[in-house]
């Protein structure tokens, strides 16, 4: 159980860290 959690967890993070890179290249690309 806790296994499931730690991958749902890491997996939050992993979309978290995905979608906020994808938001820094569209302002750069905003900016130039």
Do not use: I
């Not at 959690?5 to 690309?29: F, I, K, P, V, Y």
């Amino acid at each position: 159980m806790s296994g499931d959690e730690d991958r749902d967890r890491n997996r939050r993070r992993q979309w978290r860290l995905a979608t906020a890179n994808s938001d820094q290249r569209r302002q750069e690309a905003n900016g130039h």
